[in-house]
């Protein structure tokens, strides 16, 4: 079945270190989303690259897509302590339909 | 910004009772969803709204389950006889154009 899996699953780092997380998905895709989440609150929407698109920017966020090998990385640059939270990648085959969501990368950024 | 509401923000419910979650979304959206989360797990999808009618719906969305746009603004989600198995953050979301899906707040569903 079509599933966005995230690597690593927790990553600890310091304030102005850059973050990376991976996503990796099994079937052809429209899109890409990135989504943050802070404890048990709502889901942020970060990013949507599409599937004819191989790297977007948002500020200090950076994701990029390589659809060969099924995968997309969200690479956050100079992180901060408020970046802490879960991060997901959600995959959709095609445009408008459901989003199939990972298990999400738990990011702990200390100061 | 436009953003998508959701009310209650905590419902506690007894089993087997009928629970309605209320949704607002994006006013200019044509595209709506709902979907779960159970504590500690993935965020799952639950059902999508198209043109006023279901587009597509998972396993978890069987007979218990029911979705209504009510007005031009509203978009609920009823769970006519709870079980504790519902027990979750249920999320309502909607998509324009450019098919990002915005989620709502969330509703954390507690069945006793």
């Known amino acids: 079945s079509q599933q966005g899996e995230e690597d690593p699953q927790a990553l600890s780092i310091q304030e102005g270190e850059n973050a990376t997380m991976n996503c990796s998905y099994k079937?052809?895709?429209?899109?890409l989303q990135w989504y943050r989440q802070n404890s048990g609150r709502g889901l942020v929407h970060l990013i949507l690259?599409?599937?004819?698109?191989r790297e977007k920017h948002s500020g200090r966020l950076r994701v990029t897509l390589d659809t060969s090998k099924k995968s997309s990385s969200l690479l956050i640059t100079a992180s901060r302590a408020a970046d802490t939270a879960s991060y997901f990648c959600a995959t959709a085959i095609i445009a408008g339909t459901a989003l199939i969501f990972g298990k999400g990368t738990t990011l702990s950024v200390s100061s | 910004e436009p953003e998508v509401t959701q009310t209650p923000s905590h419902q506690v419910t007894q089993m087997g009772q009928e629970v309605i979650l209320r949704c607002v979304p994006i006013s200019n959206h044509l595209y709506f969803y709902w979907y779960r989360q159970i504590l500690g797990q993935k965020v799952e999808f639950l059902v999508s709204?198209?043109?006023?009618?279901?587009?597509?719906k998972s396993e978890i969305f069987d007979d218990q389950f029911s979705v209504e746009r009510p007005d031009g603004s509203n978009f609920t989600l009823k769970i006519r006889s709870t079980k504790l198995e519902d027990s979750a953050m249920y999320f309502c979301?909607?998509?324009?154009?450019?098919?990002?899906?915005?989620f709502g707040p969330g509703t954390r569903l507690t069945v006793l």
């Open positions: 079937t052809s895709i429209n899109n």
């Open positions: 709204f198209y043109n006023n009618e279901i587009s597509e």
């Open positions: 979301a909607s998509g324009g154009a450019l098919n990002e899906q915005f």
């Open positions: 690259i599409r599937s004819n698109e």
